[in-house]
């Protein structure tokens, strides 16, 4: 298990490191071509981008058990590639100082929580059903919170997907050793379980980040 949790935090890290340095390298491009960098945020090609990572994380969440280990490694690389693309824009409109900051203070979070998890001797399982109403409910508020605009739910729905995101933390930690008792490729539970926690680390990020992160002047 331990051998396991190992490769899972190595290929997170590699991961987060693919998606901050495409996401600056990127930025720095579009400041140098703004015309381009218009057309890329107010055209069909960012919802191109989008549709490729759900497309991606269907691939790798519905698919892990049965592909091979260097496609499930591919696709895990393309996924951070493409989401370093779409992270440009916070780039963009955040201080590089404040997403340092902000990055620093998710890792602490995220490693406390993985501990947790990781120290608890329950089975969180049963748990996921519930995660995942709260996760589609904060959703569908947040959807609904595009066309009020209202601040105040705005800072609710975002303290929801940190309390939700981080409580996935734990819960895929336990996903992973579900995995390896199955039988499943251990090359296949580290990438399953890197890019789980991939997805809990970058929400929850995103979402302190537009609590606490400092805009551009």
């Known amino acids: ?57 269907i691939a790798l969440s519905a698919k892990i058990s049965t592909m091979k280990s260097s496609t499930a490694k591919a696709l895990y690389l393309l996924y951070c590639v493409v989401n370093g693309l ?28 993985a501990f947790i998890g990781k120290a608890l001797n329950i089975d969180l399982s049963k748990f996921g059903l519930y995660l995942f109403i709260a996760l589609l409910g904060s959703l569908v508020a947040a959807i609904v919170n595009m066309f009020l605009q209202n601040t105040t739910f705005e800072l609710i729905i975002a303290v929801a997907f940190i309390i939700i995101f981080t409580l996935y933390i734990g819960y895929d930690i336990k996903k992973v050793s579900a995995m390896i008792d199955a039988g499943i490729d251990e090359e296949n ?29």
Request: proline content about 0%; overall charge neutral; cysteine-free.
């Open 1 to 57: 298990m331990n051998n396991v949790l190992s490769k899972v935090f190595l290929w997170l890290g590699i991961g987060l490191l693919v998606t901050f340095f495409v996401g600056f390298g990127f930025e720095q491009y579009l400041i140098n071509n703004l015309e381009f960098a218009y057309k890329f945020f107010s055209t069909s090609s960012y919802w191109i981008i989008f549709v490729i990572e759900l497309v991606l994380v």
């Open 86 to 113: 779409t992270f440009s824009s916070i780039f963009l409109i955040f201080e590089i100082s404040s997403i340092i900051y902000v990055f620093l203070a998710t890792a602490v979070v995220f490693t406390i929580f």
């Open 189 to 217: 539970v580290a990438v399953y379980g890197a890019f789980q926690l991939y997805l809990d680390f970058i929400n929850i990020f995103i979402r302190l980040l537009s609590l606490f992160g400092k805009r551009r002047d």
